[in-house]
């Protein structure tokens, strides 16, 4: 029940188009949902993060969409860019928890 | 300001030697967490702190592994003895209460136990 499983594992993209990752949770008392951003050699970065009580984040070129009912919540990256290149962690955490479950990771390759 | 700062960056060591991997946290930053990162097991938290007291250790491995937190600027891992499973990057992580759980990673210690 601590699980969050997230999808695809990897990702090839080409410029100007849309990545899509995709993760499912299953405890329902999770209420924080990062994603984070890890380049190669370094540590990760939180890129954007949602609570429930709205279905869409958006801060630029990356967007958070949120379904509560069926415990989902994905990353788009609108116009991916080489730049992009990256692996992507979804993360659930409890409201003012400290733990913070991460997902497996998905490896984004956007081709120029 | 600077972020999370680990040392060593990279450590390659034998099996049976000790290891000791460290940890400065973001000032005024009253959480501390350790986590490490494998191809097989992804991000795992191992220990974390608040206000240096150890919280929950439940994700250590086994003995070998200790942490300690002797002040609000430092912090260490500790292997004991090492073997090559241990391999692997090891994150220190901090957040300041107060807000949602948003963890500020450094750049990773990279431990190969030859």
């Known amino acids: 029940q601590q699980q969050v499983k997230q999808s695809p594992q990897s990702l090839i993209v080409q410029k100007g188009g849309i990545s899509i990752i995709n993760c499912a949770y299953e405890?329902?008392?999770?209420?924080?949902f990062p994603w984070y951003q890890q380049f190669p050699g370094k540590g990760p970065a939180l890129l954007i993060a949602?609570?429930?009580?709205?279905s869409e984040k958006k801060e630029g070129r990356f967007t958070i969409s949120f379904n509560k009912s069926a415990k989902q919540f994905s990353l788009h990256i609108m116009d991916s860019q080489p730049g992009d290149s990256a692996t992507y962690f979804c993360?659930?955490?409890?409201?003012?928890?400290?733990?913070?479950?991460f997902g497996a990771g998905t490896i984004l390759r956007v081709k120029s | 300001d600077a972020g999370v700062i680990q040392s060593p960056r990279h450590e390659v060591t034998e099996m049976g030697q000790e290891v000791t991997l460290r940890c400065k946290p973001i000032?005024?930053?009253?959480?501390l967490f350790w986590y490490r990162q494998t191809m097989m097991r992804g991000l795992e938290l191992l220990i974390y702190?608040?206000?240096?007291?150890?919280?929950?250790d439940s994700g250590m491995p086994e003995d070998r592994f200790s942490a300690k937190m002797p002040n609000a600027s430092f912090s260490t891992l500790k292997i004991q003895p090492s073997e090559p499973r241990d391999s692997a990057v090891y994150f220190c992580?901090?957040?300041?209460?107060?807000?949602?759980?948003?963890?500020?990673f450094g750049p990773g210690t990279r431990l190969t136990v030859l």
């Open positions: 992580a901090t957040r300041v209460s107060g807000s949602y759980n948003e963890q500020f």
């Open positions: 405890n329902t008392a999770f209420d924080y």
């Open positions: 949602i609570r429930p009580d709205v």
């Open positions: 993360a659930a955490s409890m409201e003012y928890g400290n733990k913070l479950v």
């Open positions: 000032s005024g930053h009253d959480y």
């Open positions: 702190f608040n206000n240096n007291v150890p919280i929950d």
